[in-house]
């Protein structure tokens, strides 16, 4: 079955909604299309586009995986490598938290809108599911 364009599915519009208005608050502004945008919003788009443009049909959650990968990431900072030992195991741990911060502010953001997508975006992004084509759980079948 192939799912509708994103334009018509109501839930992955107000995911996507609420992610862009999250990424439109980054202060860091790169020159788009003669004007300028906020860069983490500006990113996001161009990710988005480029997975649809790899596969058409992509489900909603790769789509929300995509347009959220660095949501509201200029605050990673507060997350000071200086904290951590200075070793290999301390970096490890130090990007592991980076990566944790970003995937509870993702679906922070994601159950805001709806739950139907939160448990599949917190496993893809603790590395528990893929979202590759062909492997078992990827696709719609959710």
């Given at each position: 079955?192939?799912?509708?364009?994103?334009?018509?599915?109501?839930?992955?519009?107000?995911?996507?909604?609420?992610?862009?208005?999250?990424?439109?608050?980054?202060?860091?502004?790169?020159?788009?299309?003669?004007g300028s945008a906020?860069?983490?919003?500006?990113?996001?788009?161009?990710?988005?586009?480029?997975?649809?443009?790899?596969?058409?049909?992509?489900?909603?959650?790769?789509?929300?995986?995509?347009r959220g990968k660095?949501?509201?990431?200029?605050?990673?900072?507060?997350?000071?490598?200086?904290?951590?030992?200075?070793?290999?195991?301390?970096?490890?741990?130090?990007?592991?938290?980076?990566?944790?911060?970003?995937?509870?502010?993702?679906?922070?953001?994601?159950?805001?809108?709806?739950?139907?997508y939160a448990s599949?975006?917190?496993?893809?992004?603790?590395?528990?599911?893929?979202?590759?084509?062909?492997?078992?759980?990827?696709?719609?079948?959710?």
């Amino acid at each position: 079955m192939t799912p509708d364009p994103p334009a018509q599915r109501p839930q992955l519009e107000k995911v996507i909604a609420l992610i862009d208005e999250v990424n439109a608050q980054d202060p860091t502004k790169v020159p788009v299309d003669g004007g300028s945008a906020p860069y983490r919003l500006a990113y996001s788009r161009w990710l988005t586009e480029w997975v649809q443009r790899l596969d058409p049909k992509a489900s909603d959650e790769l789509l929300i995986l995509a347009r959220g990968k660095s949501i509201e990431s200029w605050q990673l900072s507060q997350i000071k490598r200086d904290d951590y030992a200075p070793n290999t195991p301390g970096l490890r741990q130090w990007e592991m938290d980076r990566k944790k911060w970003l995937a509870n502010r993702l679906l922070t953001v994601v159950k805001v809108c709806t739950a139907s997508y939160a448990s599949c975006v917190l496993q893809v992004m603790a590395g528990q599911r893929s979202m590759m084509a062909g492997e078992r759980g990827a696709g719609y079948d959710w």
